[in-house]
C-alpha cells in the first residue's frame, strides 16, 4: 500500500468516525494528500515516514486552523507550525486533521469545548477525559497510531487513562513549547498519545530536544527511547506512596492499580514505600497557579488584533468587554477570574506566593523519593471515564479528576499512563509511573514491558477497522 493509500484511508476512517465521536474539528484531507504526494516522491529515509498523526487544535499548524477550542479563535489559522510540529513534518509524518479539546485546554472531560464534547469510543455516553480528548479519541479509535495533545495539569494522562491508551507527559523543557498556544507557561507541555509504548518512543524521539525558539527547553542530550524499551527491568525499584491510596479512590481503579503493582513485582521489579507529603496540596497549589498564569496569558485575546471581534460595540472598552463575553465560555471566564483575584493587591501573598512556596515542596519530595526508587506508581485518575455531564455543575468534582496528575507538572517531571485493567462496565483503567528528571526512557521501558506481558486484551466498540 502506497503512502498517499494509506494516508486516504486514515482520513476515510476519521470521516467516518467523527460523526459519532467528535473527535477531530477538522479533517485536512488537501493537506494530508498532498504532503503524502510528497513523501512518495522523497526517497530520503526518514524515522516516521507516512505515518499519520492528529494534532491538538491549541498547537500551531501553518496555514490550518488553530482554534483552541473556543469560539474566540473560530476560524483562525496560524500563520508558523510549532517547534515539535515542524520536527513531525522533518520526520516524514502525516499530519490528517485537529483535534477537540477543552476550550484552551481548560477542562478535565472535554466537555467545555466550544465545538461539542468528544465522546468516548469505549462507550459514547461518557467523556474521553481532557483537555485533550480529542486526541486522545484519534489514537483510542484506531485512526492514528499517535497524536501530539497538550498537558498543563493532567491533560494526557488522565484522558489516556479513560481511553484505555498510552500518554505520555514528558519532563518540562524536554520538548518545545513554541507554537503551543499559552494556558499557563510554567506547566503547559507538549505531550504524547500512543496506542503503543513505542508509538510514544518514536514521537518522543523525533520531537524532543533544545529549541532556539523556547528559552525553556534544556540542552540535555535526547537518547535513543526505542533502543531501550525491551530492556530488562530486573531490579528495577518502584516506589508506591500508600498515603495516596485512600479517600476519593474508586475500589475498583485500587484494585487494578494494586494488581499492577503484583505485576511488576512479577517481572523482578522491587516494590518499595515512598512518601510525598505534600502531595495532597497539589490540586489547590495547581488551580492557584494555573489559573493566575491564565488570566495574564488570556489577556490577548482582545478582538483588536486576531480572532473573534464583538459587534455594535461603541468605545474600546465595550468591545473588550463584549468580545471576552461572547467569546469565552464559562470555565474560561470562571479560571481567568480565579486567577485575576489570587494575584490582586492584598491577595497575592495570600494566595499565590504561598502556592509557589508550596510547589517548591512538592518539587522536593519528588527529589528525595526518586533517591531511593527509579519510578513512583500511582493511579492515573480516582475514577473510570463517567457519563457525560454528570460533573457539569460541580467544578469542584471535576476539578478533583487531576488529583493523581497535577504535581507531577508542578514539579517538572515526566509521567506516563499505561492501561491496567477493565472496569466491571468494561471501561479502561490506566496506572500512572513518574520518573525523575530526563528519566523518559526508563518510563517508557516500564511501560513498554508491562503492555506486553498484560496487554488489556479488548478494543473500544468504536475503532476503526
Excluded at 121 to 134: F, Q
Excluded at 188 to 209: M, Y
Excluded at 268 to 296: C, F, M, N, R
Aim: one cysteine or more; a negative charge; charged letters at 25%.
Amino acid at each position: 500500500m502506497t503512502i498517499r493509500e494509506k494516508i486516504e484511508k486514515t482520513l476515510d476512517n476519521a470521516e467516518k468516525l467523527n460523526g459519532e465521536l467528535n473527535s477531530f474539528l477538522s479533517i485536512e484531507r488537501d493537506y494530508a494528500t498532498k504532503r503524502a504526494d510528497e513523501l512518495e516522491n522523497d526517497s530520503e529515509e526518514k524515522s516516521l515516514r507516512g505515518v499519520a498523526i492528529a494534532v491538538k487544535d491549541n498547537i500551531c499548524t501553518k496555514d490550518l486552523q488553530t482554534t483552541c477550542g473556543s469560539y474566540i479563535l473560530n476560524n483562525y489559522k496560524a500563520h508558523y507550525d510549532a517547534t515539535a510540529v515542524k520536527k513531525l513534518n522533518d520526520a516524514g509524518a502525516v499530519i490528517v486533521g485537529k483535534t477537540n479539546m477543552d476550550e484552551f485546554a481548560m477542562g478535565s472531560s472535554n466537555e467545555s469545548s466550544a465545538f461539542g464534547t468528544v465522546k468516548n469510543p469505549w462507550d459514547r455516553t461518557r467523556v474521553p477525559g481532557g483537555s485533550s480528548g480529542g486526541s486522545a479519541v484519534a489514537v483510542a479509535s484506531g485512526v492514528v497510531r499517535a497524536s501530539l495533545g497538550s498537558e498543563t495539569g493532567g491533560s494526557v494522562r488522565q484522558p489516556a487513562s479513560l481511553c484505555g491508551i498510552v500518554g505520555l507527559k514528558p519532563t518540562y523543557g524536554r520538548i518545545s513549547r513554541f507554537g503551543l498556544v499559552a494556558f499557563a507557561s510554567s506547566l503547559d507541555q507538549i505531550g504524547i498519545f500512543g496506542q503503543t509504548s513505542k508509538d510514544a518512543a518514536d514521537v518522543l524521539g523525533v520531537t524532543a530536544g533544545r529549541d532556539a525558539n523556547d528559552s525553556t527547553t534544556a540542552d540535555v542530550a535526547v537518547p535513543d527511547y526505542a533502543a531501550t524499551l525491551d530492556n530488562d527491568i530486573k531490579g528495577k525499584k518502584i516506589g508506591v506512596p500508600r498515603a495516596l491510596f485512600g479517600e476519593g479512590l474508586d475500589d475498583e481503579i485500587r484494585h487494578a492499580v494494586e494488581k499492577s503493582i503484583d505485576n511488576y513485582k512479577s517481572l523482578g521489579a522491587e516494590i518499595v514505600d515512598v512518601e510525598l507529603p505534600y502531595a495532597k496540596y497539589g490540586i489547590a497549589v495547581y488551580y492557584i497557579i494555573a489559573t493566575a498564569e491564565a488570566s495574564s496569558n488570556l489577556a490577548r485575546f482582545d478582538g483588536v488584533r486576531y480572532g473573534f471581534r464583538a459587534e455594535d460595540a461603541h468605545e474600546l472598552r465595550e468591545m473588550y468587554r463584549k468580545t471576552r463575553e461572547e467569546g469565552f465560555g464559562a470555565e474560561v471566564k470562571r479560571r481567568i477570574m480565579l486567577g485575576t483575584y489570587v494575584l490582586s493587591s492584598g491577595y497575592y501573598d495570600a494566595y499565590y506566593s504561598k502556592a509557589q512556596k508550596v510547589r517548591a515542596l512538592v518539587k522536593k519530595d519528588y527529589e528525595k523519593a526518586f533517591n531511593t526508587c527509579d519510578a513512583i506508581l500511582t493511579p492515573t485518575s480516582p475514577s473510570v471515564a463517567f457519563k457525560i455531564g454528570e460533573k457539569s455543575d460541580d467544578p469542584l468534582a471535576m476539578y478533583l479528576s487531576d488529583i493523581y496528575t497535577v504535581s507531577a507538572n508542578l514539579a517538572g517531571i515526566p509521567g506516563i499512563s499505561v492501561p491496567c485493567g477493565l472496569s466491571s462496565e468494561g471501561l479502561p483503567i490506566g496506572t500512572q509511573l513518574l520518573g525523575n528528571f530526563w528519566s523518559e526512557d526508563v518510563l517508557l521501558n516500564l511501560a513498554n514491558i508491562y503492555e506486553k506481558e498484560f496487554p488489556l486484551g479488548a478494543k473500544p466498540k468504536i475503532f476503526a477497522e
